[in-house]
């Protein structure tokens, strides 16, 4: 089992761009959480998917989406990418009934020029 | 407002020495507590919980509802434990997010 795996794990994009980072649970889970970390902070919840919905979402803007697959893979898009997006982008994955113990992946780290 | 404070940003300690990194909360609900950890080149991984109430690798964490704590301790700090560690809430009752304090990064010198 590979664990949770992410998508590309390093990306530039430029202000006003449009980004996709894609994730892979741990075998056996079926919720999905996304996870923005900026430089010198921990991490902060951007929103959760179970059951192909968005089940809690954190204080992001919509520019934040998301998407869960029937195979429980994830998508996090960003529209009209601000500098401030930079940081990366962990997905964590568990299981419906254990959301406190996560699984996270080795992130994506975005930079935005 | 939720929130989950770990007010050092380092600490550095000899092996052999006992640890305690700090944690606070401000959360009115039931919370649960986590400690999670990253190793260098490694992910961020689950360390312990308070409701499990276990030792791992030596360190427990006791929660303190009167305080609002929740510090991770250990009575004889390995090299092998020179990580980065953050403390992490979650609402019991309702809530799917865990929220992450700062972390503290530990540095356990030879």
């Known amino acids: ?113 | 407002a939720q929130r989950v404070t770990q007010p050092e940003k380092l600490l550095s300690v000899f092996k052999g020495a006992p640890v305690e990194l700090k944690c606070n909360y401000s959360y009115s609900g039931s919370p649960e507590l986590f400690w999670y950890v990253q190793y260098s080149r490694q992910r961020l991984q689950l360390l312990l919980r308070h409701i499990s109430r276990e030792s791992i690798k030596g360190f427990t964490a006791d929660l303190n509802k009167g305080e609002t704590s929740f510090h991770l301790k250990k009575p004889f700090a390995q090299e092998e434990d020179s990580a980065m560690y953050y403390c992490a809430l979650s609402d019991m009752d309702s809530s799917y997010k865990l929220i992450f304090g700062s972390g503290t990064r530990l540095l356990v010198r030879p």
């Open chain 1, 1 to 113: 089992d590979a664990g949770v795996t992410q998508s590309p794990t390093h990306l530039i994009k430029t202000r006003g761009q449009q980004v996709t980072l894609r994730c892979s649970p741990k075998s056996g889970h079926d919720t999905v959480s996304w996870y923005q970390q900026a430089l010198g902070q921990g991490p902060q919840f951007i929103f959760q998917y179970y059951e192909e919905e968005e089940r809690q979402r954190g204080n992001f803007p919509d520019r934040f989406s998301g998407h869960q697959f029937p195979n429980y893979s994830s998508e996090l898009n960003v529209n009209a990418l601000l500098l401030g997006d930079s940081a990366l982008y962990l997905c964590a994955s568990s299981f419906s009934r254990n959301t406190g113990e996560l699984f996270f992946g080795e992130g994506s780290r975005l930079t935005v020029l």
